[in-house]
Antibody
Framework: EVQLVQSGAEVKKPGESLRISCKGSGYAFTTYWINWVRQMPGKGLEWMGRIDPDDSYTDYNPSFQGHVTFSIDKSISTAYLQWSSLRASDTAMFYC????????????WGQGTMVTVSS | DIQMTQSPSSLSASVGDRVTITCRASQYISTFLNWYQQKPGRAPKLLIYAASTLQSGVPGRFSASVSGTDFTLTISSLQPEDFATYYCQQSSTTLPYTFGQGTKLEIK
């Protein structure tokens, strides 16, 4: 079965660092972009950016650039989203999603990781 | 950024109704438009890609079309499981990818 499985919910304090993960299975991990999407409580979907698992090339949404970092460990088919200093406004659900290189829509999504940042 | 304007933002309908949701792009994006369905507490699900191609496994009551920069998602006969929030998304070569604000489809 083709799937993306994300790490579990996190509760952090402002200023703390965090890395969440997204593990692909059932397909050739390096042949699809991994995208990250934010959904703040009760709000819509926001594209944060994407990473090419083959060469770690990244495209960041300017709205998120400088605040988050994407990375890949090809050896374990896992993508990461990390923050060095969390803010309360980072409280949201974060999804990873697969995109074929031909760009035919995000066809497989992770189940989401809820991040809560509160003092 | 390319703005995607969805309408309506919410919609009440009954089982068996035909419903249409529209999405307008702020500039030409060819057919780089996708539609997603999201149910509460769940990840989004791809319904339609490339403006009008049905994703594998999606029921045939879902269809979509394009005219210029106007995109339409149609559900021909609403089923109980279709009540959800629907998003359009542009995936053209002009980054960032952007989503519409969503249309919440509720039971009348």
């Amino acid at each position: 079965e083709v799937q993306l499985v994300q790490s579990g919910a996190e509760v952090k304090k402002p200023g703390e660092s965090l890395r969440i993960s997204c593990k692909g299975s059932g397909y050739a991990f390096t042949t699809y972009w991994i995208n990250w999407v934010r959904q703040m409580p009760g709000k819509g979907l926001e594209w944060m950016g994407r990473i090419d698992p083959d060469d770690s090339y990244t495209d960041y949404n300017p709205s998120f650039q400088g605040h988050v970092t994407f990375s890949i460990d090809k050896s374990i088919s896992t993508a990461y989203l990390q923050w060095s200093s969390l803010r309360a406004s980072d409280t949201a659900m974060f999804y990873c999603a697969r995109l074929p290189k031909a760009g035919e829509g995000f066809d497989i999504w992770g189940q989401g990781t809820m991040v809560t940042v509160s003092s | 950024d390319i703005q995607m304007t969805q309408s309506p933002s919410s919609l009440s309908a009954s089982v068996g109704d035909r419903v249409t949701i529209t999405c307008r792009a702020s500039q030409y994006i060819s057919t780089f438009l996708n539609w997603y369905q999201q149910k509460p507490g769940r990840a989004p699900k791809l319904l339609i890609y490339a403006a009008s191609t049905l994703q594998s496994g999606v029921p045939g009551r879902f269809s979509a079309s394009v005219s210029g920069t106007d995109f339409t998602l149609t559900i021909s006969s609403l089923q109980p499981e279709d009540f959800a929030t629907y998003y359009c998304q542009q995936s053209s070569t002009t980054l960032p990818y952007t989503f519409g604000q969503g249309t919440k489809l509720e039971i009348k």
